[in-house]
């Protein structure tokens, strides 16, 4: 079985963002099994953390030319290169700590971020690396652009260029990524047209451009510069992708792309999420390698170790957490959440199913932040013994208390009782299936 990758030692980069102009420095450090690729804001106060996956990643038409991942107002754009370098070299966890919000662009290519990488070691660690099999035909498309994935089993990327430019013209390009492939696609550099230079700086982009990093191209050549490497143009297409399609990790599927860019691109990476939801509905994963040190988590943490995001994550805080033993959530119930709007818009009431799902969250988190259940998807069974006591409404907070059960293997049981200012509303045994996701 293939195994997870991280690098061996820190290794630090430093450039300009390309769209920015702003000087930042990013250091690449090991991370642990199941940690995925996440950046670190090292340039703010409270150094938040951003996962690059496809919860995070943001709508291109937000921040065109340029992929981007936040949360809560924090954004780090133009990552599609790295994330490109991290794909072709097969390295699943890494942590990023960037001093800026962009990361640097360096020759416009993945060149300089595969060589760092190399050079800080790339190491083997003890889990088996996990694919996402694509089992069904998905399918994305913007006027005459499109891009599909269906069935395969390895990665295998088809690439149709199309530009109204006799230079750039037509070319096509079929690699197959198999955790070996490494030619010279990340030499590749990023390229314009000539004739969109004044467009995209009046837009307040490409501040950190210049003929070195950006082949500009005219009707007739490459100005004040020339290709490095056969077919450039649509091995730099094929970059962007592979750097996009890693928000959603490591894939097995062919993918055929006609003149896609950013922007379809991260469509389709938003259908793949929509598949991943489909083919684990009911079930929680475990969303890291984040096993808390400590009693009390907050919710930074807890999205550590659930999947879950707004307006689905119902749980603020962990109060209190013995891992494998006992947990102790929070919810803080606000006129703002959503459920509020139609139940019920004259007399605001949370949901049952919602209260379960809380607790089933808290639960979640007891069972995940168990490192003997890293990797590990925890599909409900069943719910036994439900009783609802008192509503909650706007203004209430909703302590959780979920205790385990048996915990087998395959399985486990916990008991969970919902409580507001002391008095229980809610109580229920929950039954999980314990499964390698």
Not at 237 to 250: F, N, Q, T, W
Not at 270 to 286: A, D, H, L, Q
Not at 302 to 318: A, E, G, S
């Amino acid at each position: 079985m293939e195994k997870q990758k991280t690098i061996q030692h820190k290794i630090t980069l430093e450039g300009v963002g390309l769209h920015t102009g702003k000087k930042v420095k990013i250091e690449f450090l090991p991370a642990s099994v199941n940690s995925g690729i996440f950046f670190v804001r090292r340039d703010l106060s409270s150094h938040p953390i951003i996962k690059a996956d496809y919860y995070s990643v943001v709508d291109p038409e937000i921040f065109p030319r340029r992929t981007s991942v936040g949360e809560n107002s924090v954004y780090i754009h133009t990552i599609e290169h790295l994330m490109a370098a991290l794909h072709i070299l097969g390295i699943d966890n890494l942590r990023i700590d960037i001093w800026g919000e962009e990361i640097p662009g360096m020759d416009g290519s993945a060149k300089d971020f595969v060589e760092c990488l190399k050079k800080a070691g790339i190491v083997e660690q003890s889990l088996s690396r996990r694919y996402l099999s694509i089992k069904e035909p998905l399918w994305v498309q913007e006027e005459d652009a499109s891009l599909c994935v269906l069935p395969y089993p390895s990665l295998r990327i088809a690439y149709t260029l199309k530009y109204n430019n006799p230079l750039i013209n037509t070319d096509y390009l079929d690699i197959n990524l198999d955790g070996k492939y490494e030619t010279d696609i990340h030499q590749a550099r990023t390229f314009c047209l000539e004739e969109e230079v004044k467009s995209l700086l009046e837009m307040g982009l490409g501040k950190g451009s210049n003929y070195e990093n950006t082949l500009v191209v005219s009707s007739d050549k490459v100005v004040n510069n020339q290709l490095r490497v056969p077919n450039e143009f649509v091995k730099h297409k094929v970059l962007d992708l592979l750097g996009d399609l890693y928000l959603a990790g490591p894939l097995k599927g062919y993918v055929i792309a006609i003149r896609s860019g950013h922007n379809l691109n991260i469509k389709l990476v938003k259908r793949i999420k929509e598949y991943y939801r489909n083919i684990t509905s009911g079930g929680v994963s475990s969303f890291g390698d984040f096993f808390p040190q400590k009693e009390e988590i907050s919710v930074e943490e807890i999205m550590k170790i659930l999947p879950h995001r707004y307006p689905f994550l119902l749980v603020d805080k962990i109060l209190c957490l013995e891992p494998g033993k006992k947990a102790v959530g929070v919810k803080n119930v606000t006129i703002n959440d959503y459920f509020f709007k139609g139940h019920f818009p004259s007399r605001p009431v949370m949901p049952g199913v919602l209260i379960i799902e809380a607790m089933a969250q808290v639960g979640g988190v007891l069972m995940l932040a168990d490192q003997k259940n890293r990797g590990k998807l925890a599909y409900f069974m069943a719910a036994d013994k439900v009783k609802f006591r008192k509503t909650v409404i706007p203004g209430d907070q909703l302590v959780i208390e979920v205790i385990c059960g048996k915990i087998k293997t395959r399985t486990g049981v916990v008991y969970t009782k919902a409580f507001v200012r002391g008095k229980i509303v809610a109580e229920a045994e929950l039954i999980f299936s314990l499964v390698d996701s």
